[in-house]
């Protein structure tokens, strides 16, 4: 019940395209799900995150997909950009649960110029 | 990056040889973490401190300890290291004041022969 899984594993996209990631969650007393970025080298950073009580986010060309019926969510990156290659984790948070979030095993995100 | 620096950035040990990392944070943040990434895994929690002197374990705590005697300071132990543990290891911080996002530190990489 503590899992998130997160698909595809590795994902081609042409610049310009949009590519989405997905994630599924059992744990119906998650109350938050970040997405990170990481780029090679570096730590994960925050890029976008939505609570249950909204369907979707949007910053920029990055948007939130969730479906608290589905228990799941997915981000969606417009136009996307060779800059835009990096790996992206979805991760939740449990409540009450000292702030510790779940991650999803990652998704490598090619953009072919 | 939340002035979060880690402490070696690389390290090469052999197996059964005691290791400590250092997190090391500039902005008195409350709760620090740290985690292990490998392949197909994700970041998977090792432990997590919620103050001076208060940890607990996280998903993959055995074979690992933690200290924390001042607020800035969050130190990883490996008592008797393993090739399984051969990793990248990143601590990180979660801000207060009603946000949830944790950030990261630049990583350390371990490898254990």
């Known amino acids: 019940q503590q899992q998130v899984k997160q698909s595809p594993q590795s994902l081609i996209v042409q610049k310009g395209g949009i590519s989405i990631i997905n994630c599924a969650y059992e744990n119906t007393a998650f109350d938050y799900f970040p997405w990170y970025q990481q780029f ?6 925050l890029l976008i995150a939505i609570r249950p009580d909204v369907s979707e986010k949007k910053e920029g060309r990055f948007t939130i997909s969730f479906n608290k019926s589905a228990k799941q969510f997915s981000l969606h990156i417009m136009d996307s950009q060779p800059g835009d290659s990096a790996t992206y984790f979805c991760a939740a948070r449990g ?6 979030l779940i ?3 990652g998704t490598k995100l090619i953009i072919k110029p | 990056d939340a002035g979060i620096t880690q402490s070696p950035r690389h390290k ?11 997190c090391h944070q500039t902005e008195n943040h409350r709760y620090m973490y740290w985690y292990r990434q490998d392949p197909g895994h994700g970041l998977r929690l090792i432990h997590y401190s919620y103050g001076v002197k208060d940890t607990d374990k996280g998903e993959v705590s055995d074979g690992y300890s933690v200290s924390r005697s001042k607020t ?3 130190l990883l132990t490996l008592e008797s ?3 399984s ?10 801000t207060s004041g009603g946000t949830d996002t944790q950030y990261f530190g630049p990583g350390t990489r371990l490898t254990v022969l």
């Open chain 2, 85 to 94: 543990q051969t990793s990248v290891y990143f601590c990180a911080i979660k």
């Open chain 1, 95 to 100: 409540e009450g649960s000292n702030y510790q």
């Open chain 2, 12 to 22: 090469v040990t052999e197996t059964g040889t005691p290791v400590t990392l250092r």
């Open chain 2, 72 to 74: 800035e300071d969050f």
């Open chain 1, 40 to 45: 090679p080298g570096k730590g994960p950073a």
């Open chain 2, 81 to 83: 290291a393993t090739s």
């Open chain 1, 103 to 105: 991650w999803g095993a």
